[in-house]
Nanobody
Framework: QVQLVESGGGLVQAGASLRLACAAS????????MAWFRHAPEKEREFVAS????????LNADSVKGRFTISRDNANNTVYLQMNSLKPEDTAVYYC?????????????????WGQGTQVTVSS
């Protein structure tokens, strides 16, 4: 089991940027695909972005294309989500997730390990 801890959330104004980090421990993540999901109040959990084990393939939700970038540093067991041009509708708790295989996916049920989440609030 991989332990995941998210950080970097906060309160920002619309148009600002944030960089989320997901630090993994207990097991290395170099062979695992990773993803970010988000959950806003009164909404379903939503896929944001996924990255394959090597970092050369990514998948992004349409709602964040051109604004968010997922990346990874396998040497440091960390995954990042760079969020630019933030909008109030990006407000949510952001979760990091890991799956045992290395391919990207937007499906929630293929991810085996989840972090506790970090709050992102974007004011208008």
């Amino acid at each position: 089991q991989v332990q995941l801890v998210e950080s970097g959330g906060g309160l920002v104004q619309a148009g600002a940027s944030l960089r989320l980090a997901c630090a993994a421990s207990r097991r290395a993540i170099y062979s695992r695909a990773m993803a970010w999901f988000r959950h806003a109040p009164e909404k379903e959990r939503e896929f944001v972005a996924s990255i394959n084990w090597s970092g050369d393939s990514t998948l992004n939700a349409d709602s964040v294309k051109g604004r968010f970038t997922i990346s990874r540093d396998n040497a440091n067991n960390t995954v990042y989500l760079q969020m630019n041009s933030l909008k109030p509708e990006d407000t949510a708790v952001y979760y990091c997730a890991a799956r045992r295989t290395g391919c990207v996916s937007s499906r929630t049920n293929v991810y085996d390990d989840w972090g506790q989440g970090t709050q992102v609030t974007v004011s208008s």
